[in-house]
């Protein structure tokens, strides 16, 4: 078809139909790119919210808001010559006055105008699939409705939710996850003969039918859904099959399929194709020169392709296009990858073998739940394509060498990534696609290395946007800029400090192994010679020392490695005061031992205040008053909260079944048997810990390093999450354990982060840093990949047995009492700096401004008013 150039000055307007990740790419790469701004871009937008991240709708149901999976940066919507409506979805194209009309009137002419509509789910015609409790899984308003539904059976019924998935394939696997992170009982109904047919093979399929299973979820193939039966309310209740067979359900979702949203052929008369979808050409330009489609409405070679992956490759053709430049669409990159907590699945290029002369290499171990098959040339050298079940790791270097030869023997790239005679992360030509979401080559990564100086991952993905859609890529890329750096001669250090040479990590197992006891005998040996230590690796050798033994923080030389709040055992103020923080495990807190707490702060005229931890927090001592506050709590049954240490802080807890008409587990026990256990565990960072009684999660336990939630069958088990200055979400590690198994698998979690953490490393960056992420700190916890299990059993019993609160064995040491004291010919001096304001009923630190004005409270003996 005819494709006249565009105009190249002037003022051009851009109108591009659709809200979705591919509208948000091709907006971006104008903004990119249109360095004279030439376009000035109106995007129409169906939904009532910006662009978000539709792959990671599962997400949603690990406690995520749908602003978590917005998508690029804000600014680009801020940009003064870029406009997002939202809500507005466009019902006409008149092609002759080269405008549309939203649905609310408006009328909007264009230049240019981009067809970026995407599909919809697609519902078979199953009779009873209009009833109430049945869903598709397709936008964040389907999924919102779809857990309030679910929420809502289950408050109903007091019995876990019955779930059914219609549909095996990658959608449908990941509503059946959505559905047991919820709490339901799920099976998944099939119409092919395995999981994933459009993916993998049969043999992958059996191998994936085995995992799924493995994770408590049902999965029925070879069965046609007839019907959708009615339950007494009305709502879905029954599922009756071709085979005779039925299964009874709360919820149903729909994961069949999707259509391409190609309504607006009517109006603007644009060529369909015989699936739908608007035709285009290799420009991804329709029969009319000023319309363009991109994503999955658009029919290219025939077809719509429902992946994210080629619809940024239409969104940066059609960019090019339109700023002049000569690109075509590359071709579709079909690889997929499974995003489902506890299974590894990925289909990359001719995974079924359909290349005349094709070889298939296979490697099968169904006992260890692990399926690969690697596709080649009839020469065997070639790679085609594969398919890996049980063990995706060597997806990220296999896709990018589709088409290339792999050199060697073809059967290392399925050893393990790591194992012996191990191919994969082998060198890649620069023009190999690491980033298919991006469209991001080796050789780009190697170019922000070498020529953009970037030095560390974080860097390279800011530079390139490589990793920065669906992350499957972030391996592959952090071992190019492990090797471009080392070839550059640009070695990144380890080191802890000047001092120390090795890893945080690496020190922990030298001092574990030597069983060395002070910091001197330690940076004698190890250190550098003639150091004498620093800020960094002092408090380091301390938390180690305290993690691997049962000595006081205060112990001879450990007193100075401390930090400042460890060194007191509060944590100082702005004033210079301190804050006194007693544990309350559980935020479990008798009437009178909160008696003894408030008149503990009204007798030393302590700021109280309830922390998000739920403990009580009082503020204003003086370091000469610590030792006796402490007395009065210590008496009265209190300990340490740890507050001022990297350290376990809070086990929060729910009320859980014990009052509450929801709770389905007893989260205030478990609260504080875990608080109990863990109190006083030295860690490279502060640990927190939550514990649900329901999945309505009430103590935000998904937001904590080790998070708790409670199911009908056990507890589910969330780890790696935190709030902070950098939030995360905590990750499911397992599912449905009973309480000991429960408690054994933190211990291990807890220790074995203790032991290869880095400095001041919380466990939410741990877990992207630490060898195989999530999976292989599942392996080492749960199946004890590395024999290192009794161990970490053995070191987390021994702290249990030696541990005691650190305020009472101060107090019964006259020699650490001596520390305490603001002037020390005059021990019992108050501090005379300390001045204060009263502030809704307490006092407060007095400002400069207040302090000059003179009417304020002075910290003495006692408080007294300055005349």
């Not at 808001?65 to 939202?86: Q, Y």
């Not at 700023?323 to 990925?346: E, I, M, N, R």
């Amino acid at each position: 078809m005819a494709t006249p150039p565009i105009e190249q000055h002037g003022s051009q307007h851009l109108v591009v139909v659709g809200g979705g990740m591919v509208a948000q790419r091709l907006v971006e790469a104008m903004r990119d790119r249109d360095s004279e701004g030439t376009w000035r871009v109106t995007v129409l937008a169906e939904e009532p919210r910006a662009p978000y991240d539709r792959v990671a709708l599962t997400s949603y149901f690990s406690g995520r808001h749908p602003e978590d999976l917005a998508i690029g940066s804000p600014d680009l919507w801020a940009d003064p010559l870029v406009t997002l409506v939202r809500g507005a979805p466009v019902v006409d194209v008149d092609r002759d006055a080269r405008q549309v009309t939203t649905s609310d009137g408006r009328v909007w002419p264009y230049d240019q105008l981009v067809l970026a509509t995407g599909s919809r789910a697609t519902v078979p015609p199953i009779d009873g699939a209009d009833l109430p409790g049945v869903f598709v899984y397709r936008t964040v308003d389907d999924v919102a409705a779809l857990r309030g539904w679910v929420e809502e059976q289950a408050a109903r019924w007091k019995r876990p939710v019955r779930g059914a998935v219609i549909g095996g394939g990658l959608l449908g696997l990941e509503a059946a996850g959505a559905l047991q992170a919820l709490g339901a009982n799920t099976t998944v109904i099939q119409f092919g003969t395995h999981l994933m047919s459009t993916q993998i093979d049969l043999g992958g399929g059996e191998a994936l039918r085995r995992l799924i299973n493995n994770l408590g979820v049902g999965v029925r193939v070879d069965t046609a859904t007839t019907k959708m039966r009615a339950n007494r309310r009305g709502e879905v209740g029954r599922l009756d099959f071709a085979d005779g067979g039925r299964l009874d359900v709360d919820v149903v979702v729909v994961a069949t399929g999707v259509s391409p949203r190609d309504e607006l052929a009517k109006s603007s008369g644009l060529e369909t194709g015989p699936r739908g979808g608007f035709v285009v050409d290799q420009t991804c330009r329709t029969a009319d020169p000023r319309i363009w489609a991109a994503g999955e409405v658009a029919c290219i070679d025939g077809a719509c392709i429902g992946l994210v992956a080629p619809g940024y490759a239409m969104a940066e053709v059609v960019v090019d296009r339109l700023l002049g430049g000569a690109a075509v669409f590359p071709g579709a990159d079909t690889a997929t990858k499974l995003k489902l907590s506890g299974v590894d699945v990925a289909s990359f290029g001719d995974a079924f073998a359909t290349t005349p002369g094709a070889l298939e290499l296979v490697h099968s171990d169904p006992v260890a739940g692990i399926y690969k098959k690697l596709v080649l040339s009839d020469d065997a050298r070639t790679l085609l394509g594969g398919v890996l079940v049980g063990d995706a790791s060597a997806y990220a270097g296999l896709r990018p060498m589709i088409g290339r030869q792999l050199g060697g023997d073809p059967s290392a790239h399925l050893l393990p990534a790591g194992a012996a005679g191990s191919a994969v992360g082998g060198d890649l030509p620069d023009d190999a696609t690491v980033c298919s979401c991006n469209n991001v080559t080796a050789g780009t990564i190697r170019g922000a290395v070498t020529e953009h100086d970037c030095t560390d991952v974080p860097a390279v993905k800011a530079c390139t946007k490589a990793g920065t859609s669906c992350g499957s890529c972030v391996p592959l890329v952090k071992k190019l800029v492990t090797s471009e750096l080392t070839k550059a001669g640009i070695t990144v250090s380890n080191a802890l400090c000047e001092h120390f040479a090795m890893s945080r990590a690496q020190l922990f197992d030298v001092v574990r192994v030597t069983e060395l006891h002070t910091f001197s005998e330690i940076i004698t040996r190890h250190g550098a010679v003639g150091g004498r230590g620093c800020d960094i690796c002092k408090p380091v050798v301390a938390s180690i020392l305290s993690s691997l033994d049962d000595g006081h923080v205060l112990d001879g030389e450990r007193a100075a490695l401390q930090d400042t709040n460890d060194h007191v055992m509060a944590n100082l103020q702005k004033d210079g005061s301190y804050s006194v923080v007693p544990r309350i495990p559980g935020g479990e807190v008798t009437p009178d031992g909160l008696l003894v707490i408030g008149q503990v702060a009204k007798d030393f005229g302590l700021y109280t205040k309830i922390t998000g931890g739920m403990r009580i927090d009082m503020f204003g001592a003086r370091l000469e008053q610590l030792p006796e506050i402490w007395k009065r709590l210590v008496d009265a049954g209190f300990e340490s909260g740890h507050a001022y240490g990297k350290s376990l802080r809070t086990v929060k807890s729910c009320v859980g079944s014990t009052w509450c008409r929801f709770g389905v587990q007893d989260s205030v026990s478990l609260a504080v048997e875990l608080e109990l256990r863990y109190r006083g565990l030295r860690s490279p960072h502060k640990i927190k810990l939550g514990v649900s009684g329901c999945a309505r999660e009430c103590a935000e336990a998904r937001g904590k390093d080790v998070g708790v939630v409670a199911t009908d069958r056990g507890w589910n088990l969330y780890v790696g999450g935190n709030g902070g200055f950098t939030p995360r979400h905590a990750q499911l590690l397992a599912e449905d354990l009973d309480t000991p198994t429960l408690i054994r698998t933190i211990d291990r979690y807890l220790m074995y982060y203790i032991r290869t953490a880095d400095r001041l490393q919380r466990t939410a960056t741990w877990m992207q840093d630490v060898e195989g992420g999530l999976e292989g700190v599942r392996a080492v916890v749960l199946q004890d990949s590395l024999g290192i299990a009794a161990d970490l059993d053995a070191a987390m019993e021994r702290h249990v047995e030696v541990y005691e609160d650190e305020w009472a064995a101060t107090l019964a040491d006259p020699e650490k009492l001596r520390r305490f004291a603001s002037f020390v010919n005059a021990p019992t001096t108050a501090d005379p700096s300390l001045a204060y304001v009263e502030e809704r009923g307490q006092t407060r630190p007095a400002t400069v401004e207040e302090r000059e004005g003179g009417a304020v409270l002075v910290a003495g003996p006692t408080l007294a008013v300055r005349s």
